[in-house]
């Protein structure tokens, strides 16, 4: 895996330095440390002479201490001041990028994926920083003190050698065993996390209450939070037997290197006090080795999931160049040229041969069963997805060849499914202007659309933030959400609009009321109307009607009804519904 986009981006050596030289002067303290802390003891114990030299050891002790804090505080400080900075750097990169990740791509699985995984990668890039740092600090403080021992006695430096490389394999068997407990902790504990979010978030509200579902739902969250709490005992025991093993392991370790101590103690090479030292730094040994392993595992792992934000970053983006000749123009004619589709993965078609011409300042309805590929074919004319066979063409030109500026400016679009911004109501409908809409336009425009929300009633009006859960909020019903989006599209000055089931929250008299104000307000501008309720879209130019991903017909709603039986029967089944056929 190449990492050289994210040393020469984000590894930033200037902050990583100072911090290795910290952890330099960290890690060798210790064994530094070994011989000062013998002679002081031997010193207090009175089997060295001169109190002055008690006192010099004393304050060298003590020194050192004072300098490993101060440098502990310092790379401590390096590391939160490296993690907030790169968490700043990461996340907003992170966000660009998705925000220049092609939109076929951003529905596929692996782009959520990815996405997912990559939400911690500011504390992943922390977590590189930090273990790079700490194992510098432990190799030297395990080096230079088992250089110490060994100048004191090479058999048993030897000895205590053979017994940290045991420990450290014996222990890295024992932590396999129990190697991502959290994660089979958290997984089983997924089903009860999931029952307990329906009794509490708000969304699942109503419906619990009206169906009565609250002593159901509670029945299954005991059960799987009893059988959860089981798995996770097991799992905790099974932990508990394996640490306190290795807590044996540590104890045995500790008498051995007594042992081993003994003989150059009882040998008149080392005084007692230096025999207390080096015991005291030889259990040291034994746990930074232990953080060794596991900082080593930190920055595999930390490594491996750097690869995720790799493929992250190699994404497909949309194509930022293009032409900019249809910036400005009159809108002459859109064109759909035999043009076909399929979904990556699907074996069939969504779209096939489809061949239409939309003129300029004319209303046109699209309709269709559910499946027959009206959202899709959306899709294509605005520039989301790219066909598989055929153009798109505006004013005789492929609209991919136009810069994905330029092919926005062309298109104002209510989606079937839109997005419910929490901003105030003029912050959502001014979204995409340059300035946000005066008050006496907005008024007209809300007048014209019969939208007339309670929130409007309040004290800040057309500012009133749309979100329910502050106290300071509001909320629209779906219909009112809807015709806000409309409004948006209104006020755009593209000249395309497209209405993806705009009205699917309305009755059909009130769609149908609606629809006709929506010409009035889009006279001037191309218009597509895309709808299931054929009675409310009767009145377009022309009605283009889909049938499994064909296009059968494309004529106004009198002579659809003569020509077109597919259509005449959709009608037929939906007339009752309407004041009149």
Not at 87 to 109: I, Q
Not at 350 to 373: C, D, I, M, Q, T
């Amino acid at each position: 895996m190449n990492l050289q986009w994210y040393r020469t981006s984000y590894l930033s050596w200037r902050e990583y330095v100072p911090y290795l030289l910290s952890a330099l002067i960290i890690g060798a303290i210790p064994a530094v440390s070994i011989r000062l802390r013998g002679e002081l003891i031997d010193a207090a114990a009175g089997t060295a002479t001169g109190a002055h030299v008690f006192f010099a050891l004393l304050v060298a002790v003590i020194g050192l201490a004072l300098l490993q804090v101060v440098c502990g505080a310092v790379s401590q400080r390096m590391a939160e001041r490296h993690q907030i900075r790169q968490s700043a750097r990461l996340e907003a990169a992170r966000l660009e990028k998705a925000a220049k990740v092609s939109y076929p791509v951003t529905e596929t699985e692996r782009f959520h994926s990815l996405w997912q995984r990559t939400e911690d990668v500011s504390d992943l890039d922390s977590g590189i920083f930090c273990s790079l740092g700490d194992l510098t600090q432990l190799a030297v403080r395990v080096g230079l003190s088992l250089a110490v021992l060994w100048t004191m006695d090479a058999w048993t430096a030897l000895g205590i050698l053979l017994l940290l490389a045991a420990g450290v394999f014996l222990n890295r068997k024992l932590a396999q065993q129990t190697e991502g407990f959290w994660v089979r902790y958290r997984e089983n504990m997924r089903r009860t996390d999931y029952l307990s979010s329906l009794l509490m978030q708000r969304e699942f509200a109503a419906e619990r209450k009206l169906f009565s579902f609250d002593d159901e739902i509670t029945r299954r969250y005991q059960s799987s939070f009893a059988q959860a709490r089981r798995e996770n005992a097991r799992l905790g025991q099974g932990r508990f037997r394996i640490e306190t093993l290795m807590q044996f392991l540590f104890a045995g370790y500790s008498v051995v290197v007594v042992v081993l101590l003994l003989r150059p103690l009882l040998g008149g090479k080392i005084t007692i006090g230096l025999f207390t030292s080096a015991f005291y730094a030889a259990v040291g040994l034994e746990e930074s080795c232990k953080q060794i392993y596991a900082a080593v595992l930190d920055l595999l792992t930390a490594v491996r999931q750097l690869g995720n934000l790799s493929a992250f970053w190699a994404l497909e983006e949309e194509p930022t160049a293009g032409e900019n000749r249809t910036a400005g123009e009159e809108i002459r004619s859109i064109e759909f040229r035999d043009v076909s589709f399929t979904y990556p993965g699907s074996a069939k078609s969504v779209l096939e041969h489809v061949s239409f011409r939309l003129e300029p300042g004319k209303h046109y309805a699209l309709v269709g069963e559910n499946g027959s590929g009206k959202s899709t074919l959306v899709k294509l004319l605005i520039g989301l997805y790219r066909p598989d066979g055929g153009e798109v063409l505006v004013n005789g030109r492929s609209t991919y060849l136009l810069s994905p500026e330029v092919r926005r400016k062309l298109y104002a679009v209510v989606f079937q499914d839109f997005y419910r911004f929490p901003l105030t109501i003029r912050e959502n409908v001014s979204l995409g202007l340059d300035s946000p809409a005066a008050d006496a336009t907005l008024q007209d425009l809300f007048a014209r659309l019969d939208f007339h929300p309670k929130t409007l009633d309040r004290p800040a009006g057309l500012d009133s933030d749309l979100m329910p859960l502050y106290e300071t909020g509001a909320g629209l019903s779906g219909g009112e959400w809807q015709k806000l989006a409309v409004a948006r599209c209104v006020l755009s000055p593209a000249p395309i609009t497209v209405l993806d089931e705009p009205n699917a929250a309305l009755d059909p008299m009130a769609e149908a009321t609606v629809y006709a104000a929506y010409r009035e307000l889009l006279k001037e501008k191309t218009t597509l109307f895309i709808s299931h309720r054929l009675g409310s879209v009767r009145l377009s130019d022309e009605i283009l009607v889909l049938q499994d991903g064909a296009l059968i017909a494309m004529a106004p709603h009198e002579q659809l009804l003569r020509e077109c039986p597919h259509y005449a029967a959709l009608y037929e089944t939906q007339k009752g519904l309407y004041r009149a056929d």
